[in-house]
């Protein structure tokens, strides 16, 4: 059984809460990948309340509702909303509430789908909220190395890039905390390095961490690579950006002989090579695709345990 | 049976024509809430022409189709559709003729609809003409009232705010026309009176109607309390807006041990305080969702009489 | 049996395939008119990928899509696709390989449909790229006439406007090149005359063509007028433009007794006046919705010939 009625933060999930997903997902593996169809959610309809754009998870969002018989409603900009007439984003929830089965919501600011969670009845899922929360992102990450390397006990994982502002990198680093023997090596420049109340969570979990400043270090140590994007714009100084950002960048070569994956939460610019696209190394395009399996089982579960 | 094929004007129903639609809709209830599942619009596809924007109105046309088990196309602003590329109204118009079943829409000029009506074979949806007509907003008005009051007959009803401007108690006054023994209070500030046609309406219609200045003086003798927003751009001096602005918003305190419901076509600036939001007086929330129902029984009625 | 994966350039297609795709259409009629509902595509989803607008083609790609009972994800304008935040246009495309069953693409540069075919498994179709080729299109325009003068063999067809940049008769040029004894009129002013490498093609497949520079010396000639649109940004001088503009004007006078019928491939700005609409000459409109039976049977075909 899945407890959760909301999706906000992957601090809610207990251990159970995250396998019972990973495994729904994998059962629904062959209507994701269109071999299969079903209607399952047929007639239900998802409320997409985008108030900032981003096309890879509002589209595997309307994805996952299509392939399981059901469809979506929605803004993908705020400005396309009706907050842009001055209606407040309550009043502008309470309206989707009463149109839809469950709501999606990305917002800039942090907070957003709780507050939203609190004033509507149907079950809420924080798509990603400013640099707080993006618990589905997690889950499907935590999907792929489960599929991938085929444990997450006993990862071995390395977190490269900008770990500082990285939602992502700081929804995964919790959600390790709830498995066991997990080793986390943070490479980061000294100017965005993890955060301090994430290295706390991760000693209250018992989950092993070392922080190093490059990757050749620990590239022979781990089962994964997870890369995220450094953006020029935390840098004061353009020179010291330009000075760091060589040595975060992923190549075919460096990759050779080891035996790991490469995963990235995507879009991603330049900080791993497009060399490594046709290798076997490359997962983070399946990462991508198993978006759509892990939010089918999401909206399944959730809309399927709390009928209208 | 329902005889129009368009819906353009609240003026062209009869009250056999509001009474099936009011009906039909309510038989519509556990499909628009998701109880059960329809196919009844099975492979039917709506046209959404929305010149303008109102997230509302689209999603719930969209939704209402959607659960019914159909679908929607179309455009949000007319920056999306091929008329900013120099295509006429009429030519975009036959193009959505040749892929849709009905077409809903809305534009910033009067008369707009009435025109693609005459020019295409398919129903056609007034979603809102400029300062004109919104009749499916009416419709779901008064299926809200006949749901929380129990009657439309004998109705009591203050509309509030800007009378002058405000479409849909200009539709809604028509509509009431058809109806018995019905009394209309129209509070609303000198600068903006229902303007003298309305009245003639009413009088033709037999509708007995007061105009006053405040809600105090009506707020024990109504049913319904109808309120609508005032626009400070209707001021040309900011201070005579501010000075009256006051005298026309709710609050909690003032309704307390009144024996009314309090409506609003939303979206709500500050006109109704939050506080209201909470009470068994609210029915703003519900009347919104009331949209769904009532244009599932438009949709269904018009593409049902109007194959194509 | 249809050999092509992808649908990229009218070039790529034999005659049999143009038929067999015409023939499709044509069996699929009474489910584009609303006649009949599908499930021929249920669970199926298109990705739609416009990173410039075309309101016509792509609603007429989701109402196909829609009709055979399936569903399209996607993008409207590259605004509002993550390659506004610096993704490549490879990865944006191996995304929507993830979540899609078939690619529509629509670019404002030649050779961006051909690119992605080459990096994902799922059909692509190209819904015009540049000044290049729009083979939908030309399968709709060559489905209008089969239709409606009854054969493609033995027909006289008067191309007429912007021979120079317009891409559908570029495209429509090669195709008729697949068929038997077919006379084309090529009809501009000397300005937008058809380019040397369209002529070179028709000479190779042994199509008569003569170049006039007006309508009425071929109008008792033809079977069909093709019109296009003479956009006056073509003109150095506005002067040029004003000159010759009038001559390439259709309208009901000049139609009267004829045996021939107009088709445009839309919008139409005023190079067809308004008093052809309501005439039998008028076939533009039906050809717009021939799209829809068209884009229905290259979809069906693709997605069931190429499943993931």
């Known amino acids: 059984m899945f407890k959760l009625k909301n ?15 990973l495994n729904e997902a994998s059962k629904l593996e062959d209507i994701a990948q269109s071999k ?57 929830a309470k309206m989707f509430e009463g149109y839809s089965d469950a709501l999606v919501i990305r917002h800039e600011y942090e ?26 992102q997690t889950l499907l990450d935590l999907y792929t190395i489960q599929k991938e ?46 955060p301090q109340e994430i290295l706390h969570d991760l000693n209250e979990t018992n989950v092993e961490y070392e922080e ?12 994964v690579l997870y890369v995220t994007r450094i953006q020029k714009e935390r840098f004061g100084d353009i020179e010291d950006y330009l000075k760091i950002k060589g040595a975060y960048i992923i190549n075919k070569k460096m990759l050779e002989g080891k035996d790991l ?12 090579d497009s060399d490594v696209d046709d290798t076997k190394y490359n997962k983070y395009f399946t990462q991508a695709t198993n978006a759509v399996p892990v939010r089918m089982a999401i ?5 399927k345990n709390n009928p209208k």
């Open 212 to 223: 190093v400043d490059n990757i050749e270090s620990i590239i022979d140590k781990v089962n």
């Open 36 to 92: 299969e169809v079903s209607d399952e959610l047929k007639g239900k309809i998802l409320g997409l309340m985008f108030f900032e754009p981003s096309t890879r998870t509002r589209m595997s969002f309307e994805t996952a509702m299509k392939r399981l018989g059901g469809d979506g409603i929605g803004f993908e900009t705020s400005g396309s909303s009706s907050v842009s007439k001055g209606e407040s984003i309550a009043d502008t």
């Open 7 to 21: 999706i906000i933060s992957i601090k809610d999930f207990e251990r159970e809460d995250v396998e019972f997903i």
């Open 299 to 303: 909206l399944k579960t959730l809309i």
């Open 149 to 194: 390397i085929g444990h997450i006990d006993d990862l071995k994982i390395a977190l490269i890039g900008d770990l500082k502002y990285g939602r992502t990198v700081h929804s995964l680093s919790n959600a390790l905390g709830l498995f066991n023997n997990v080793k986390i090596y943070l490479v980061s420049p000294q100017e965005l390095k993890m």
């Open 111 to 136: 907070g957003v789908s709780k507050f939203i969670s609190d004033i509507v009845d149907v079950p809420v899922i924080n798509a990603g909220d400013g640099a707080g929360q993006h618990p589905t």
């Open 261 to 272: 994956i490469v995963m990235h939460p995507l879009p991603r610019i330049d900080e791993i």
